[in-house]
Structure formats: structure tokens, C-alpha cells
């Protein structure tokens, strides 16, 4: 698809969570702290949508053999406006879609069970014009920068 500039494609115009997730994605990223440790990972993904909320099952594999499971639902609210959840979030995130750029911020226990290890993730998602999906992510703690992420996202 050529672009001409100042245009957005049909794709981008038309992002949505449930439109990108609904089916299988996989993706690849790293995670990066401050402290030195980094972490690669694969996610295997599967969304479905039931026309209002979009459930996505992660699938996580590091580099390192450990595998763990997510799951996000994701609660259409309005236009690009999305509500998610997810079982190590502490309460609620609020997404918008602009474009082809989706933000959101969200609380996290990455010690769930002893609930002492609160970081907050800043995702920006982009929508690449060849479908691909990047989201980086800023991590914080008492608001000071403490990791960074990258995944990248490809459908079948």
C-alpha cells in the first residue's frame, strides 16, 4: 500500500483491539531493568471478541525456559476507548486508540502473591504500516524509571 504524506492507510484509520487481536498473533520482545537484568520473550496470543469484550490469552515463553500465562480482557467503552483488566493489574486501565497508536498505563504486582513489588507500565502500541504491532513500554516505580520494554507483534 503506498501512502502519500499526510495520509494514514486503511489499516492504521482502522485499528482496533479487536480487530488486531481477535484470532492468533505471536510476538517477540525483551525487557530491560536498571539493575541490569534483561529478559527476552515469545508470546503466543489468542483473542476472541464477543462483540464486546476482547479476551486475549498470552502465552509467555522466556529466553530462559520459565513460561507463564496472562489474560486481558479488554471491555469495548466507546469509539478507541477501551477498559482492560488483567489478573496481575491492580484495578482498571484506560486505553485510547488514536490513529493508529493505542495508549495506556497500568499498575502492576510483579510479586503478586506478596504484593510488594508495584511497578507502573506506560504502553504505546503503533501500527506499522506492513501490520506489524510495536508496543514499547516505559516502566516506573514511585515514578522514577526503573525498566523498559519492547514487543513486537505479527499476525498469520
Same mark, same amino acid.
Given at each position: 500500500m503506498?501512502?502519500?504524506a499526510g495520509t494514514t492507510s486503511a489499516l492504521a484509520r482502522d485499528f482496533t483491539l479487536e480487530g488486531y487481536f481477535t484470532g492468533r498473533t505471536s510476538a517477540v520482545g525483551?525487557?530491560?531493568?536498571?539493575n541490569g537484568v534483561k529478559r527476552g520473550f515469545k508470546v503466543d496470543l489468542h483473542g476472541t471478541w464477543n462483540g464486546k469484550t476482547l479476551t486475549l490469552v498470552e502465552d509467555f515463553v522466556y529466553d530462559d525456559g520459565e513460561r507463564d500465562r496472562k489474560t486481558w480482557r479488554f471491555r469495548k467503552t466507546g469509539p478507541g476507548q477501551y477498559s482492560g483488566t488483567r489478573e496481575d493489574v491492580v484495578g482498571e486501565t484506560q486505553v485510547t486508540i488514536t490513529g493508529d497508536t493505542a495508549r495506556f498505563s497500568y499498575l502492576v504486582d510483579l510479586d503478586s502473591k506478596a504484593?510488594?513489588?508495584? %511497578?507502573r507500565f506506560h504502553d504505546t502500541m503503533k501500527l506499522q504500516d506492513d501490520g506489524t504491532l510495536v508496543n514499547t513500554a516505559s516502566v516506573t516505580k514511585f515514578?522514577?524509571? %526503573?525498566?523498559k520494554t519492547r514487543v513486537v507483534f505479527h499476525r498469520p
Amino acid at each position: 500500500m503506498t501512502l502519500i504524506a499526510g495520509t494514514t492507510s486503511a489499516l492504521a484509520r482502522d485499528f482496533t483491539l479487536e480487530g488486531y487481536f481477535t484470532g492468533r498473533t505471536s510476538a517477540v520482545g525483551w525487557f530491560s531493568a536498571i539493575n541490569g537484568v534483561k529478559r527476552g520473550f515469545k508470546v503466543d496470543l489468542h483473542g476472541t471478541w464477543n462483540g464486546k469484550t476482547l479476551t486475549l490469552v498470552e502465552d509467555f515463553v522466556y529466553d530462559d525456559g520459565e513460561r507463564d500465562r496472562k489474560t486481558w480482557r479488554f471491555r469495548k467503552t466507546g469509539p478507541g476507548q477501551y477498559s482492560g483488566t488483567r489478573e496481575d493489574v491492580v484495578g482498571e486501565t484506560q486505553v485510547t486508540i488514536t490513529g493508529d497508536t493505542a495508549r495506556f498505563s497500568y499498575l502492576v504486582d510483579l510479586d503478586s502473591k506478596a504484593k510488594k513489588n508495584r %511497578v507502573r507500565f506506560h504502553d504505546t502500541m503503533k501500527l506499522q504500516d506492513d501490520g506489524t504491532l510495536v508496543n514499547t513500554a516505559s516502566v516506573t516505580k514511585f515514578g522514577f524509571p %526503573v525498566a523498559k520494554t519492547r514487543v513486537v507483534f505479527h499476525r498469520p
